[in-house]
């Protein structure tokens, strides 16, 4: 595994939420987190009401980074061939060649996925946890850095389909942009009436930086204790009479790795309780499936998943960056 380097984790990272800031206004923190999905790296559904911004902050990040970029807009007609590619017949060589489908790129914007159909919408399932399409029988390895950013509106039931569960669970996280305060707001009016400032953004970072700089995110330190915090936040939701569904161990290891990443990028080789805490909702909430009786009671999933952790004792100070240089 290659050295850590948390200041030039740091300093990339900050690269590329500076670069960002220039077009979305006020949304720091959405950025953190969505850089911190490109370093561990996984993919992130972003969910919101129409007309935040959603889809623009997905194109933002894109061309931070020197990356290929494909968007896919998703609509009832969308086949799973039109995302993963087919064989089609060549009459000059009298055989079958392979045409890449939108899914080959190593940005993929997943605009409004909640408009295509089951069939379609599982046509990525195999694209994003094993980074690969298989077509014909025959797997095409997609391009390293892969990441999905998907956006869906989910006030508008209309037309749309849900995600199924296995689908929604193989997101790193789930965030929502939010609306801006009324002088970010300002801010937004005078930028875009004036230009668009996308179009004379420049990438800030290579893929294959961004890539190496991810390895390296895996020598940050977690401490034995913080490992059974995590643990027993993760049993505690499997316990609960409120949920039907607890965190897997794919929503376990997605939480460390985050935690890892989050860490290297605020400049420390090691991570705090407080990581895990910042990382509950956006990393694990969108994994968990309320039960019967917490729906009656019109419960959403953030207060129950904060109230099952609420009582979970944290780990005692200590020296937490012990063992980690």
């Given at each position: 595994m290659p050295q850590l380097d948390v200041d030039r984790v740091h300093t990339v990272g900050r690269a590329i939420q500076e670069n960002v800031a220039r077009v979305i206004v006020g949304k720091e923190k959405v950025t953190e987190l969505l850089v911190a999905a490109l370093l561990v790296p996984g993919h992130v559904l972003i969910e919101d009401v129409p007309g935040i911004g959603k889809t623009m902050l997905a194109k933002t990040l894109a061309r931070s980074l020197r990356c290929s970029f494909q968007r896919i807009q998703f609509t009832p007609d969308l086949l799973p061939a039109d995302i993963t590619g087919t064989n089609v017949f060549n009459q000059k060589t009298a055989d079958f060649e392979f045409r890449p489908g939108l899914v080959l790129a190593q940005i993929v914007?997943?605009?409004?996925?909640?408009?295509?159909?089951?069939?379609?919408?599982?046509?990525?399932l195999e694209a994003?946890?094993?980074?690969?399409?298989?077509?014909?029988?025959?797997?095409?390895?997609?391009?390293?850095?892969?990441l999905?950013?998907?956006?869906?509106?989910?006030?508008?039931?209309?037309?749309?389909?849900?995600?199924p569960e296995a689908q929604v669970d193989r997101f790193l996280m789930r965030l929502a942009v939010g609306y801006p305060s009324?002088?970010?707001?300002?801010?937004?009016?005078?930028?875009?009436?004036?230009?668009?400032?996308?179009l004379d953004l420049a990438a800030v970072v290579?893929?294959?930086?961004?890539?190496?700089?991810?390895r390296t995110t895996r020598a940050v330190h977690v401490s034995r204790s913080l490992e059974n915090y995590l643990l027993d936040i993760t049993e505690a939701t499997r316990r609960s009479?409120?949920?039907?569904?607890?965190?897997?161990?794919?929503?376990s290891l997605a939480l460390y790795r985050t935690a890892q990443c989050l860490a290297a990028l605020r400049g420390r080789a090691y991570v705090l309780p407080d990581d895990f805490q910042e990382l509950?909702?956006?990393?694990?909430?969108?994994?968990?499936?309320?039960?019967?009786?917490?729906?009656?009671?019109?419960?959403?999933?953030?207060e129950v998943l904060r109230s099952i952790v609420e009582p979970v004792p944290v780990p005692v100070e200590e020296s937490w960056s012990e063992k980690a240089h």
């Open positions: 914007l997943a605009d409004e996925i909640n408009r295509a159909g089951p069939r379609t919408q599982s046509a990525l994003m946890e094993e980074r690969q399409v298989t077509v014909d029988g025959v797997t095409h390895r997609l391009p390293e850095p892969f999905v950013l998907a956006t869906q509106n989910p006030i508008e039931l209309e037309g749309t389909f849900p995600l009324r002088e970010e707001e300002r801010t937004i009016l005078h930028r875009f009436v004036e230009s668009d400032p996308l290579q893929g294959a930086d961004l890539t190496a700089l991810s009479e409120a949920l039907s569904l607890g965190v897997s161990p794919r929503g509950l909702v956006p990393v694990l909430a969108h994994r968990l499936i309320l039960s019967s009786q917490a729906r009656l009671r019109e419960r959403t999933l953030e």
